[in-house]
T-cell receptor, first 112, second 114 residues
Framework: KAGVTQTPRYLIKTRGQQVTLSCSPISGHRSVSWYQQTPGQGLQFLFEYFSETQRNKGNFPGRFSGRQFSNSRSEMNVSTLELGDSALYLC???????????FGQGTRLTVV | GESVGLHLPTLSVQEGDNSIINCAYSNSASDYFIWYKQESGKGPQFIIDIRSNMDKRQGQRVTVLLNKTVKHLSLQIAATQPGDSAVYFCAEYAGGTSYGKLTFGQGTILTVHP
């Protein structure tokens, strides 16, 4: 059974640009959550999607957005990138509420 | 200003020893408590969870203890192996409408010496 796949693995972007990250969940998993991991703040919840609907959202500015497609694949978008957005972005999929979540390897975003 | 990196607690053990990793949680109303392991260059990996109405749960080589009186969670790893070296996170799931949201602790670095 394939795990959670995130693409790309690494990204370098310039301040002010926007970026789209992709996540393919484990087959059969309908819940996809996104997290930001930084040395300063640790792991922080961004948002969660289930059956193409955002069910929950963390305390991030509106520059951070996401969506989920009918096949459960999800994307997150960050617009007007800031240096502080440099982080490891992790996607996690689960069957239901997200307690036993399966994480991808993450996308390392560097904003210069 | 410049962000200050988290200074993670560290635990160093010898191979074969038992390890105990501790975590203090904040939300007494959390429904589930979970332990995750993150190896370098990888995403967190689920280890074990415990529901708030339980005190102890055992898995393969791991035991989680929950003390709700003092809001404390611990992960015991028996016969620790070099492959157990990683950062360990405790996480809380609040339940209710907290869909998909895990609140993670700062993490503990476990180093196992052969």
């Amino acid at each position: 059974k394939a795990g959670v796949t995130q693409t790309p693995r690494y990204l370098i972007k310039t301040r002010g640009q926007q970026v789209t990250l992709s996540c393919s969940p484990i087959s059969g998993h309908r819940s996809v959550s996104w997290y930001q991991q930084t040395p300063g703040q640790g792991l922080q919840f961004l948002f969660e999607y289930f059956s193409e609907t955002q069910r929950n959202k963390g305390n991030f500015p509106g520059r951070f957005s996401g969506r989920q497609f009918s096949n459960s694949r999800s994307e997150m978008n960050v617009s007007t990138l800031e240096l502080g957005d440099s982080a490891l972005y992790l996607c996690a999929s689960s069957v239901g509420q997200g307690i036993e979540a399966f994480f991808g390897q993450g996308t390392r975003l560097t904003v210069v | 200003g410049e962000s200050v990196g988290l200074h993670l607690p560290t635990l160093s053990v010898q191979e074969g020893d038992n390890s105990i990793i501790n975590c203090a949680y904040s939300n007494s109303a959390s429904d589930y408590f979970i332990w995750y392991k993150q190896e370098s260059g990888k995403g967190p990996q689920f280890i074990i969870d415990i529901r708030s109405n339980m005190d102890k749960r055992q898995g393969q080589r791991v035991t989680v203890l929950l003390n709700k009186t003092v809001k404390h969670l611990s992960l015991q790893i028996a016969a620790t192996q070099p492959g157990d070296s990683a950062v360990y996170f405790c996480a809380e799931y609040a339940g209710g409408t907290s869909y998909g949201k895990l609140t993670f602790g700062q993490g503990t670095i476990l180093t196992v010496h052969p």
